[in-house]
């Protein structure tokens, strides 16, 4: 039997750092197992360069990644929604399961003050690969 994969998306404002990073985390640690999007409510330029060094150090490359806008398709397409920070920009539709992460925005702080961050996205995204494969 041919299961369809669990699809996931991360969204924040820019897509820069948070979600790229999550995104990131999910796609490694899932070994391909989950479909990963993430996207922004106002996309940056690029990925913020602090969040592209903390996942270097953790052996992830996330230099290539481009800032993605949310559309209304990434989220019915997807199972899993967690927001991070984008209020009420984030669309809605019934059936979905929605996660709203508090996680401190990356943007503007240097590679000390965004470890703690990903560490934090790291540990949430094992627990829903978790909950995913339950």
């Known amino acids: 039997m041919n299961e369809k994969k669990p699809s996931v998306l991360f969204v924040c404002v820019h897509n820069a750092g ?3 990073m999550a995104a990131a985390f999910l796609t490694s640690l899932s070994n391909g197992s989950i479909e990963v999007r993430s996207a922004g409510s106002e996309p940056a330029d690029q990925v913020n360069p602090a969040a592209v060094a903390a996942m ?3 052996g992830i490359d996330i230099a290539a990644e481009i800032p993605k806008v949310l559309t209304t398709a990434a989220v019915q397409e ?4 967690i ?8 669309p809605f539709f019934p059936g979905k399961r929605y996660e709203d992460w508090k ?3 990356p943007a503007g702080q240097g590679l000390a ?3 703690p961050i990903r560490d934090e996205i ?6 829903l690969i ?5």
């Open 83 to 90: 927001t991070m920070g984008c209020g009420d920009s984030c």
């Open 122 to 127: 790291k540990r949430r995204v094992e627990e």
């Open 103 to 105: 996680l401190d925005d």
């Open 130 to 134: 978790t909950s995913l494969r339950a």
């Open 18 to 20: 948070r979600s790229q």
């Open 78 to 81: 997807s199972d899993v929604v």
């Open 56 to 58: 270097a150090e953790l």
């Open 113 to 115: 003050s965004v470890r």
